[in-house]
Every structure is written in structure tokens, then in C-alpha cells.
């Protein structure tokens, strides 16, 4: 149980143009769902929280207009970065919350490496 | 001061060795720990969780809280190739949603 599923895996785009990555439970329900971002050999940078039907809370110095959220459903959140340019080259996953009983944590996506030229 | 201090390693041990992953806090509200394993260019995956003090264990792996000591660790007994990757320790305090890592401790096991 507990699956998040992430698409595209992978994505090279040009510059100046926006790139959709969407993130699913596949088997429960997420009302809240977050997104991080991670630079080579370093640790996870949350950059938002996504709540279901509510619009997302960005943690300092990410861009809202840049980084747009929607969490349109239990189990859908979209990341969509526009007007990408090549400092946005990153490696970008998604998790959801599990709530209750032994494990009220998050659960990871597989991640999805953008490449901007 | 970070709120969570983790070795970045890397750490190298040959195969079958017990190995000792650490991390200490700052934070006393701190009260659910994890333990994410991260292989290369893949999303982090859930190892281990805990609450209270003291150990759990589950199958190879080990998860030992001291509270007191605000210091946490993962026990691996016999090691394997595929234990190679990143492990990340998280935390977080009652009624927080977001989670607190570690910069993540890179180990290879040699064969």
C-alpha cells in the first residue's frame, strides 16, 4: 500500500517553456500532498505543501508564479513549471501523507529529473 | 545549528558487516522518526518508523530512538550490495504535516 506515482520521469525541455509533472496516490486517498526538490548529493527542499481543494502554502523564497500547484482531487496534485529556464534543472518529487495508525508519514513518488537547455 | 546533523559520509563497509547510521537533533518537540533509503535517482523510500524511545526492528534493519539523548540510529545487520544508497533521516513534532531531514548519509557496501 501506499503508492505515489510520478509523470513523466523524466523531461528535457527548451527554455521559456512550462513542464507539467503530476504526482498520484495510486491507493489512497492524499488530501495533502508536497513537493520537494533535490540538487545532486544534497538533501530534499520542501517548496510546498498541497492541500486538496485549497490552494498550496510555499515555503520561503520559492516562487508562487513560477511554481505553479493545483491539487485538484484525493488523489491527484499537478507541479507545472513555466517559463522553465536551466537554473530550473532539478530533480523534483512529490509526496503524500498517510494518516494515522503506525505511520502517519509521508510516502515518496519516484521523482522526476527536469533538464531545461 | 541545523536542527537535524547527519554525516554525509561516505561510508564504505564490505558485505555481511553490521552497519550504524546516525543522526542527532536539536528539537525536543521532535517526536516520530524515519528512516528514508534514496538509490540513485529515485524518489526516498520508507524503512523504518518510530515513536518512542528504544528499538524496533524489522527483518535486517534496526531503529533505535533516545529521546534523552536526542540521537537516533538504523542498524543494517549482514550488509549487501543492495543496501548501497542514501539514507535519510526525518523527523517531526505532533500536529506538524512537514518532515525535518538529514542531509542523508551515502554507503556502499563492497562485495
Known amino acids: 500500500g501506499a503508492v505515489v506515482s510520478q509523470h513523466p520521469s523524466w523531461v528535457i525541455c527548451k527554455s521559456g517553456t512550462s513542464v507539467k509533472i503530476e504526482c498520484r496516490s495510486l491507493?489512497?486517498?492524499?488530501?495533502?500532498m508536497f513537493w520537494y526538490r533535490q540538487f545532486p548529493k544534497q538533501s530534499l527542499m520542501l517548496m510546498a505543501t498541497?492541500?486538496?481543494?485549497?490552494?498550496?502554502?510555499?515555503e520561503q523564497g520559492v516562487e508562487k508564479d513560477k511554481f505553479l500547484i493545483n491539487h485538484a482531487s484525493l488523489t491527484l496534485s499537478t507541479l507545472t513549471v513555466t517559463s522553465a529556464h536551466p537554473e530550473d534543472s532539478s530533480f523534483y518529487i512529490c509526496?503524500?501523507?498517510?494518516?494515522?495508525?503506525?505511520?502517519?508519514?509521508?510516502?515518496f513518488g519516484p521523482g522526476t529529473r527536469l533538464t531545461v537547455l | 545549528q541545523k536542527e537535524v546533523e547527519q554525516d554525509p559520509g561516505p561510508l564504505s563497509v564490505p558485505e555481511g558487516a553490521i552497519v550504524s547510521l546516525n543522526c542527532t537533533y536539536s528539537?525536543?518537540?521532535?517526536?516520530?522518526f524515519m528512516w528514508y533509503r534514496q538509490y540513485s535517482r529515485k524518489g526516498p523510500e520508507l524503512l523504518m518508523y518510530?515513536?518512542?524511545?528504544g528499538n524496533k526492528e524489522d527483518g535486517r534493519f534496526t531503529a533505535q530512538v533516545d529521546k534523552s539523548s536526542k540521537y537516533i540510529s538504523l542498524f543494517i545487520r549482514d550488509s549487501q550490495p543492495s543496501d548501497s544508497a542514501t539514507y535519510l533521516c526525518?523527523?517531526?513534532?505532533?500536529?506538524?504535516?512537514?518532515?525535518?531531514f538529514g542531509t542523508g548519509t551515502r554507503l556502499t557496501i563492497i562485495p
Open positions: 491507493d489512497f486517498q492524499a488530501t495533502t
Open positions: 528539537n525536543s518537540a521532535f517526536q516520530y
Open positions: 526525518a523527523m517531526t513534532s505532533a500536529g506538524n504535516e512537514k518532515l525535518t
Open positions: 509526496s503524500a501523507r498517510v494518516y494515522g495508525g503506525a505511520a502517519d508519514t509521508q510516502y
Open positions: 518510530t515513536y518512542s524511545s
Open positions: 498541497s492541500n486538496e481543494g485549497s490552494k498550496a502554502t510555499y
